[in-house]
């Protein structure tokens, strides 16, 4: 069974920064797909940042110029830094973990705040 593993939420200023983490544990084919996706109050999930095991990566408009993600193949981690943070970037974050169609895996999300 596959687990993913999220830390490095809280609470932070706007214009602050916060890096997530992600451990994936378990059977993982190497060829994947990590990924955050968020969640905000009353929203739907939305993509954030995804990046391949080949290290191609896809933003979300909204954060781009702002978080970076990466990875560590061997260590089946991925980490999303986030730099000026805004107060619409509250939500809860997840990580994603993806191969083939039918292999979909997510974290139990950590909580971001960015309040004054």
């Known amino acids: 069974q596959v687990q993913l593993v999220e830390s490095g939420g809280g609470l932070v200023q706007p214009g602050g920064s916060l890096r997530l983490s992600c451990a994936a544990s378990?059977?993982?084919?190497?060829?994947?797909?990590m990924g955050w996706y968020r969640q905000a109050p009353g929203k739907e999930r939305e993509l954030v940042a995804t990046?391949?095991?080949?290290?191609?990566?896809n933003y979300a408009d909204s954060v781009k110029g702002r978080f970076t993600i990466s990875r560590d193949n061997a260590k089946n981690t991925v980490w999303l830094q986030m730099n000026s943070l805004k107060l619409e970037d509250t939500a809860a974050y997840y990580c994603?973990?993806?191969?083939?169609?039918?292999?979909?895996?997510w974290g139990e999300g950590t909580l971001v705040t960015v309040s004054t």
């Open positions: 378990g059977s993982i084919f190497s060829r994947n797909v």
């Open positions: 994603n973990l993806r191969w083939y169609s039918t292999r979909d895996y």
């Open positions: 990046i391949t095991s080949s290290g191609s990566t």
